[in-house]
């Protein structure tokens, strides 16, 4: 059963392959080798698009900054809020896979990846007693003449900002994310990505923003099996 688990990995990750792009820049570079950072976030990260300059600065907690962007301008975000941001960070800045949701008007921006509602609750859950003083992290910033952010506004609870975690999926970085109407066919930052992301990258999901109801079942079937194996395999190392 693991072989099978293996080789299902294989066709997986060898028909992804083919599409690895990256995002416009300075971060973004497609080196082809595994990201040592970010994988352990976004474990189905199999070539990177950053380099290593920019997942040093993710390596430690707390993080104080990227690049020129202040993390704790209302604080030192929670460890497990600080998680979330991230894995945001990763995937938006090393994932080859981010290019398949390319802003049509801006090539370094991405729009509307479907992100699953289990992740946006868990990550509310993460943050909602953390501060800050924006709602949309990238432009409700003031910017000063060195490139440094500001807050504008006073920092208060996430939870003031934001109303649940669909809310702060939809507002926090702007257009990029949304919440998926499926429950598999979505994005939540770990090894099950990987399935998801066949279907994601399709041909016939390029097209219709929804995702055909004979994709769902098939994501649901293999998603199941693929827990199921995983119990099977808990139970041989027991
Ligand atoms: C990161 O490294 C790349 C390649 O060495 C370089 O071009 C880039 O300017 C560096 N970025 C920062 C922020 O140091
Ligand atoms: C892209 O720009 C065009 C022209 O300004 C605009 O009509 C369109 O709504 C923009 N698309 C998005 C997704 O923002
Ligand atoms: C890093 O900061 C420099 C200087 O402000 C800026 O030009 C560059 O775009 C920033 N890079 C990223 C990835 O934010
Ligand atoms: C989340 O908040 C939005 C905006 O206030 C609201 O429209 C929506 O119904 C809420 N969703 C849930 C599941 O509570």
């Not at 600065?57 to 209302?74: G, T």
Request: proline share 3%.
């Amino acid at each position: 059963m693991l072989r099978f688990a293996l080789a299902l990995f294989a066709v997986i990750t060898s028909s992804t392959c083919k599409k690895y792009s990256c995002l416009d820049g300075e971060t973004h570079k497609l080196n082809g080798k595994e990201n040592p950072y970010c994988t352990i976030f976004v474990s189905f990260l199999t070539a990177s698009c950053c380099y290593a300059n920019f997942t040093e600065q993710l390596a430690h907690s707390p993080v104080i900054k990227i690049n020129n962007s202040y993390w704790n301008r209302c604080g030192q975000l929670s460890k497990s809020c600080e998680d979330f941001t991230k894995k945001i960070e990763c995937f938006y800045r090393c994932s080859p896979h981010a290019a398949r949701w390319i802003h049509p008007n801006y090539s370094a921006a991405i729009r509307s990846v479907p992100l699953c509602q289990s992740f946006c609750d868990d990550w509310y859950e993460a943050c909602k007693d953390d501060s800050i003083c924006v709602r949309n992290w990238l432009t409700d910033w003031e910017w000063d003449e060195s490139g440094v952010n500001h807050c504008k506004n006073k920092c208060v609870p996430y939870s003031e900002v934001y109303a649940n975690g669909t809310d702060m999926c939809q507002s926090m970085w702007g257009e990029s994310f949304k919440v998926s109407e499926s429950s598999c066919l979505c994005l939540q930052m770990n090894k099950k990505d990987m399935m998801a992301i066949k279907y994601l990258l399709s041909e016939s999901s390029e097209e219709s923003s929804s995702v055909s109801s004979s994709e769902e079942r098939a994501c649901q079937r293999k998603l199941l099996k693929l827990e199921k194996l995983k119990e099977e395999e808990g139970e041989e190392t027991r």
